[in-house]
């Protein structure tokens, strides 16, 4: 898979973000991205064709992976990856419909369009709900699926058509686990980032409008 997109997608962002959002697209950028294409692919690629089990049932063995891996731990991954990246975009259309709106009125309207206030501001702060929210649904997901944030060694299966209790082997377990936990803190750093951005940003702009608002009174 290509992920030139992602990555154009987080360089555009970072322009238009603050100096807590830019620590953000660089997590992301190289602790999940990076992380992800040059390692976890590889360790994940072939966890099926490595899910052994002592039978040799017809059936059993996919019946068994199915069951304990609903679904793929790299492809729900990547989709995680995609979507708390994708509400970044909100903002660079944000951008873009501001500087379109001055090439159509063919005059400035705007200081810069890509300074964070007013309407970009809402739109900034929608994003980052967003964002947070997605990473704590995947999160929990995540838990609900797999029973926790481990990979055993051993899991024993009684699915039909297993003739009884089965007894199935992942390889890699050790390595996988380090693996989960360091993508599991990332996303617990994200969400982290995203919460402190998101109150450095209503805590900045609100002492922005006190203040304006004291020095109406005092004039």
């Known amino acids: 898979m290509s ?5 154009d997608l987080l360089s555009g962002v970072n322009k238009y973000s603050t100096g807590i959002g830019r620590i953000w697209g660089a997590v992301v950028f190289l602790f999940r991205l990076l992380l992800y294409v040059a390692a976890a692919e590889n360790i994940w690629k072939h966890e099926h064709n490595e899910f052994e089990c002592n039978i040799k049932q017809p059936g059993c063995e996919n019946v068994c992976f199915d069951h304990f891996f609903p679904v793929s731990h790299i492809r729900f991954w990547a989709l995680q990856l995609i979507m708390v990246s994708t509400p970044s975009l909100l903002v660079v259309f944000h951008v873009a419909y501001r500087e379109n709106r001055e090439k ?19 739109t900034y702060l929608i994003s980052l709900i967003l964002k947070t929210g997605l990473e704590i649904f995947f999160l929990v997901l995540f838990y609900k699926l797999y029973n ?10 009684d699915i039909k058509p297993c003739p009884s209790i089965v007894d199935c082997y992942i390889s890699k377990p050790t390595e996988k686990m380090i693996f989960l936990y360091f993508l599991v803190a990332t996303s617990c750093l994200c969400i982290v980032l995203n919460l402190s951005e998101l109150s450095y940003l209503m805590f900045k702009y609100s002492t922005k409008c006190y203040l304006k608002r004291h020095v109406k009174k005092q004039q």
Do not use: A, E, M, S
């Open 3 to 7: 992920w030139v997109f992602l990555r």
């Open 104 to 122: 159509h009125h063919n005059q400035k309207l705007y200081k810069n369009p890509g300074k964070i206030d007013g309407g970009l501001l809402c």
């Open 148 to 157: 926790g944030f481990k990979i055993p060694r051993l899991v024993k299966c």
